[in-house]
């Protein structure tokens, strides 16, 4: 209980507004000739420019990086606003430079205290989700119940909490093996608990919100592993239940969750 006392406070001190410094620069230069990229810390919500003098464009390819060009020479000088995914608004000043200072910016992870914009329904932004789910990574166990076992590898669900319409799955995975565990994939569904017959199954595949623990997807000989997803809340009406799924790459060690709605009933309210 004083570990997850001190989650909420944690948490609280996070969402807290407090001055700080700005800590990228505030004035940017474009040209005819040269495209400018901004590459911010998480996704870009929404972008502003205020005059068709100055092209914009998000690379379809990702989703944290915009593209800036002049449209003619000497144009005023005019602002660019971007809104990202952990609730931080950028300001910048535009500017006509024949050649720019840089046309590269990358901008660092925002300081925690920093005053995030507030998305409808008080959503949590990204920045938020990656905290909570670093902080639930240390919790000790406290759900019981579900797990899964393949060849000497187990998956076992220790933790499910909930804040508004989010919920947080604490699953650890451990390796008794002699052999490593190559986690392919990891994969979320909303299906049918029993199949009838003569019609298919309905299954409706899941994404998480935020994940943590998964930037080394390999589990040595021997290794324990702490893994906590942020999903948003899923219908698991009766006769449904919720299937979280670990893949292993080249391997046949694969491992079912199987996560119904009496236990999401059980899910401990972080009440922040």
Not at 39 to 68: C, E, M, W
Not at 89 to 95: A, K, N, V
Not at 236 to 262: D, S
């Amino acid at each position: 209980m004083k570990k997850l006392f001190l989650l909420l406070v944690c948490c609280l001190l996070l969402w807290q507004q407090a001055a700080s410094a700005q800590d990228y620069p505030d004035t940017l230069e474009l040209t005819l000739r040269k495209t400018t990229t901004l590459v911010f810390p998480y996704a870009i919500k929404s972008v502003d420019r205020g005059s068709r003098d100055v092209l914009a464009q998000l690379p379809t390819a990702v989703d944290n990086v915009l593209q800036l060009k002049a449209a003619r020479p000497e144009f005023a000088e005019t602002n660019l606003t971007v809104l990202t995914a952990d609730g931080r608004l950028y300001s910048f000043t535009l500017t006509y430079a024949e050649t720019p200072a840089t046309t590269l910016l990358r901008l660092p992870v925002p300081v925690t205290g920093d005053a995030p914009v507030v998305f409808t329904h008080r959503a949590l932004n990204q920045q938020q989700l990656q905290t909570i789910c670093s902080l639930l990574a240390t919790q000790p166990k406290s759900f019981y119940g579900v797990k899964a076992k393949a060849g000497k590898v187990k998956a076992v669900l220790e933790g499910l909490y909930v804040q508004d319409n989010t919920f947080f799955y604490r699953v650890v995975l451990s390796n008794a093996s002699p052999a490593s565990y190559d986690i392919d994939f990891v994969r979320f569904s909303l299906r049918d608990r029993r199949q009838i017959k003569r019609t298919a199954t309905q299954e409706a595949e899941l994404r998480p919100l935020h994940t943590h623990g998964l930037q080394d997807s390999k589990l040595e000989a021997g290794e324990r592993k702490v893994l906590v997803f942020a999903l948003e809340k899923a219908p698991v009406t009766k006769g449904k239940e919720l299937i979280l799924e670990l893949f292993e790459a080249k391997g046949g060690r694969h491992l079912r969750l199987n996560i119904r709605g009496r236990d999401i009933l059980q899910a401990y309210p972080l009440l922040l």
